[in-house]
């Protein structure tokens, strides 16, 4: 055990500045603990947002040392810098409603945007639908769908912060991952909700958010494929 930690906390809304504390350094310490540690022990004032603990979630998700990250699987020996200093804020793109806790409104409106929900044709009267679980479509849907909604990828993509109108790798991969569903009705719908300007065409396949995912999934190549389904889409005059 180290003897401290120099820890630089985002404070207040868009305007605020960054305040200083010092934290005890223990061994085995995430970035939530040490957030933690400050709000109840420092600073009983600062805002913050997590639930599980253990990464089931995603709302702890905030910008340490300046990358987006979820702070309860973060540990302080993983991300603190030469000098000894972590620098905590909160995710990029998205309104700062206080300190270190984000709006997600409009996270989540994109993904409403790009029509991502379900909607099937069977009532609960029907039988169930059958997929079959080696078709290239399931496949297809089953390496995007374990999205849990932190706004990692979006907090991590230079185009969100570029064009805000852009509807994000969380929305455009959750629409692929429908795209892909066998029992989905509103495809065409679907497709023309992405194909726009703010939609699949303006990712720059820079891959941030591949990159930063902690479910390790891989929007830029959903988003790659949704362009081609989009293609298609127009070549056969469906959009």
């Known amino acids: ?67 987006a990250r979820w702070t309860c699987r973060t540990h302080v020996s993983k991300v603190v810098d030469a000098s000894g200093e972590l620098e905590i804020a909160p995710l990029a793109n998205l309104p700062v409603i206080k300190d270190l806790a984000t709006d997600m409104s409009e996270f989540f409106d994109k993904w409403a945007r790009a029509r991502g929900r379900f909607e099937g044709s069977r009532s609960r009267h029907d039988d169930f639908a059958v997929v079959q679980p080696a078709s290239p479509e399931r496949a297809a849907a089953n390496a995007g769908i374990e999205c849990i909604g932190c706004g990692v990828c979006y907090a991590s993509c230079d185009v969100v912060a570029w064009r ?17 569903d066998v029992r989905d009705v509103q495809q065409t719908e679907r497709l023309r909700a992405v194909a726009g300007d703010a939609g699949c065409h ?33 070549v056969r005059g469906e959009l």
């Open 1 to 67: 055990m180290a003897d401290g930690l120099t820890v630089r906390v985002w404070r207040g809304k868009t305007r605020g500045g960054y305040s200083r504390y010092e934290v005890p350094r223990l061994a085995s310490q995430t970035v939530l603990d040490v957030v933690t540690h400050i709000q109840r022990h420092l600073e009983p004032s600062l805002s913050y947002r997590f639930a599980c603990r253990v990464g089931m979630c995603g709302s702890c998700a905030m910008t340490v040392n300046g990358v």
């Open 164 to 180: 805000p109108d852009y509807l994000g790798p969380a929305a455009l991969n959750r629409a692929w991952t429908l795209v892909n």
């Open 202 to 234: 303006a990712c720059h396949t820079q891959g941030s958010c591949s990159e930063r995912c902690p479910k390790k999934i891989e929007p830029t190549l959903g988003i790659a494929r949704l362009k081609r389904r989009v293609a298609r889409a127009a």
